[in-house]
T-cell receptor, first 111, second 115 residues
C-alpha cells in the first residue's frame, strides 16, 4: 500500500542548514507536502510541490523532488530555535484525495 | 489565510460516555474535511474523509459505529466518539481543503482523555 517514510530525529546547530529527507512509494502521487507541527499545536502547511516540479524555493525553505527515486527533501537554511518542531512529509494523488503522512521528523536545534 | 477551528481543545470524560468534537471552516466552504488521530510520538492516522451531504468514507480498521462523523454543512463537520474508553484517549485533528491546490488547513486539534 501507500507509504511515506522519513527519519524520526535530526539534530542541527543553530545557524546551520537542516535537511529532512522523505521517501514515498506511490508513483502516482501528484502533490507532495511538508507540514510543521509545533509542540501542542495542530499542523501547519509549510510548502508543497507538484510532481512535475524538481525544486521549489520559498524564503529559507527549499524543497527538492526526485521523482525517479521517489525522494523528497526539505532544506531549512540558517536554522533557528523557532524551527524546532516535528516536520511531516506527506503525499496525495489529487487535491481532495486523502493525504498520507510520514511519521514525522523531530528537528532539534543545538545551541 | 483560511482558518479551521476545532472545539473543544481539551476534553476529559468518563468511560462509557460519548464525546462530540466540532470542526469548522471559518472563512471558506469545505466540501471535504478529514479527521485524523494522533497517538503520542506517532504519525497522524487518517480516520475518515468527510464529504458534505454524504456518508463519510472510513479508513480500514476504523470503526464506523464507534466514530460517528457528520458533515451537515459546508462549514461544519463533527466527530462523535461513542461509548468512549481509555484506549480512545488521543489527539484528534481535523483538516479541510481550501480553494487552492495543496492548501490543506488544519484545526488546532482536540485532546481527548477518557478516564
Amino acid at each position: 500500500g501507500e507509504d511515506v517514510e522519513q527519519s524520526l530525529f535530526l539534530s542541527v546547530r543553530e545557524g546551520d542548514s537542516s535537511v529532512i529527507n522523505c521517501t514515498y512509494t506511490d508513483s502516482s502521487s501528484t502533490y507532495l507536502y511538508w507540514y510543521k507541527q509545533e509542540p501542542g499545536a495542530g499542523l501547519q502547511l509549510l510548502t508543497y510541490i507538484f510532481s512535475n516540479m524538481d525544486m521549489k524555493q520559498d524564503q529559507r525553505l527549499t524543497v527538492l523532488l526526485n521523482k525517479k527515486d521517489k525522494h523528497l527533501s526539505l532544506r531549512i537554511a540558517d536554522t533557528q530555535t523557532g524551527d524546532s518542531a516535528i516536520y511531516f512529509c506527506a503525499d496525495s494523488l489529487n487535491r481532495d484525495d486523502k493525504i498520507i503522512f510520514g511519521k514525522g521528523t523531530r528537528l532539534h536545534i543545538l545551541p | 489565510g483560511a482558518v479551521v477551528s476545532q472545539h473543544p481543545s481539551w476534553v476529559i470524560c468518563k468511560s462509557g460516555t460519548s464525546v462530540k468534537i466540532e470542526c469548522r471552516s471559518l472563512d471558506f466552504q469545505a466540501t471535504t474535511m478529514f479527521w485524523y488521530r494522533q497517538f503520542p510520538k506517532q504519525s497522524l492516522m487518517l480516520m475518515a474523509t468527510s464529504n458534505e451531504g454524504s456518508k463519510a468514507t472510513y479508513e480500514q480498521g476504523v470503526e464506523k459505529d464507534k466514530f460517528l462523523i457528520n458533515h451537515a454543512s459546508l462549514t461544519l463537520s463533527t466527530l462523535t466518539v461513542t461509548s468512549a474508553h481509555p484506549e480512545d484517549s488521543s489527539f484528534y485533528i481535523c483538516s479541510a481543503s481550501g480553494e487552492h491546490t495543496g492548501e490543506l488547513f488544519f484545526g488546532e486539534g482536540s485532546r481527548l482523555t477518557v478516564l
